[in-house]
């Protein structure tokens, strides 16, 4: 099967030790960078965890308070099993091959995303919309094309919803049909990351240090998003999963991730091509918000919404998956127009 037929059967889309995890993950995070500085380099595996908790509280001395932009205390506040998940895919991250954008050449990445479409009428009603496939080129500008296929139908949750949306006439759905196809060329200064637009060149030069570089991204962040925290872990979940960004980048990425407030870990999940990952969320109006990663390669495999509570414009159960967004594949092509 070739990953456009997978994608036309997508479906749907408490420690007790002392001191505290976050400072401990924390404390090993500020160890390592002064490793970095004294040699010059990246060692391959980073503690995690030390060991010893005599150990865990005389480094953490260096580490107790670090306070960025606005006053906000930006100290690692993960569990330790989300910090530990974390640590471990940034590691392997970082050990990932670097591939550099070269002139002429393009950022491809394929994906796939179906989210909850809602009608407003009295009494309201949703459905999953048609899964979008869609195909991006992206050069070190951020300019090039993408080419969108809609595929497959609507679908009802429940049975109420199904009934309401009869009543009120059933109108359509989708914006597009089953199979329509649409291109556009992509004209840009650069890449996005929340209210703010880098260059390729700003994007490789991110922070490589987790709390570093969750502080970059609350600054990016700007007003977007209902929340800052929240509109950093939309900015991580687009970074890893549509741009170019190189390892030592990426394994920031999954290290910030630990200093958004209210993370925790889901642990070994399947996404909607039946890809094993391992999930990490976050609470935001009624739904949690996930990001699935796979442990062995640290690429992104989706981004979920899984319904959190009964809500009334929704006919479905708590974990029932309301939004999807897979990532399948990203490399660098030829051309605007080439395929791996």
Do not use: C
Request: a neutral charge.
């Amino acid at each position: 099967m070739n990953d456009i037929e997978e994608l036309d059967a997508v479906r749907q889309l408490n420690p007790t030790t002392q001191p505290s995890a976050g400072a401990r993950v924390a404390a090993a995070d500020r160890l390592q960078q002064r490793i970095d500085r004294t040699h010059g380099h990246r060692s391959r595996r980073r503690p995690i965890v030390l060991a010893g908790a005599a150990t865990a509280l005389a480094v953490a001395g260096l580490v107790a308070v670090s306070v960025i932009g606005g006053g906000s205390d930006s100290r690692l506040v993960a569990p330790a099993d989300a910090a530990q998940a974390l640590g471990r895919v940034a590691d392997v991250a970082a050990d990932r091959p670097d591939a550099t954008l070269q002139p002429g050449e393009y950022w491809y990445v394929q994906d796939a995303s179906r989210y909850l479409t809602t009608v407003g009428d009295s009494p309201p009603y949703s459905a999953l919309g048609s899964t979008e496939l869609r195909e991006t080129w992206t050069d070190r500008d951020g300019n090039g094309r993408y080419r969108s296929t809609s595929t497959g139908q609507p679908e009802f949750l429940g049975p109420r919803d199904r009934q309401r949306w009869k009543r009120s006439g059933s109108p359509q759905l989708s914006g597009r049909g089953p199979g329509q196809i649409e291109t556009q060329a992509i004209r840009s200064s650069g890449f996005t990351a929340g209210a703010s637009t880098l260059t390729y060149e700003q994007l490789s030069d991110l922070p490589t240090e987790g709390n570093k570089m969750y502080s970059e991204l609350r600054r990016l962040a700007g007003d977007s998003g209902p929340s800052p925290d929240e509109e950093v872990f939309t900015i991580i979940g687009d970074l890893l999963r549509n741009d170019p960004v190189p390892p030592r980048v990426r394994a920031a990425l999954y290290r910030a991730v630990a200093y958004i407030k209210g993370i925790r870990l889901v642990g070994p999940v399947k996404d909607s091509l039946n890809r094993p990952g391992v999930a990490v969320e976050l609470d935001s109006s009624g739904m949690h918000r996930r990001l699935v990663f796979d442990p062995d390669t640290a690429l992104l495999l989706a981004e979920q919404d899984v319904l959190a509570e009964r809500v009334s414009y929704i006919d479905a159960d708590p974990g029932t998956i309301v939004g999807d967004r897979l990532a399948v594949r990203q490399t660098i092509v030829s051309s605007d127009d080439a395929r791996p």
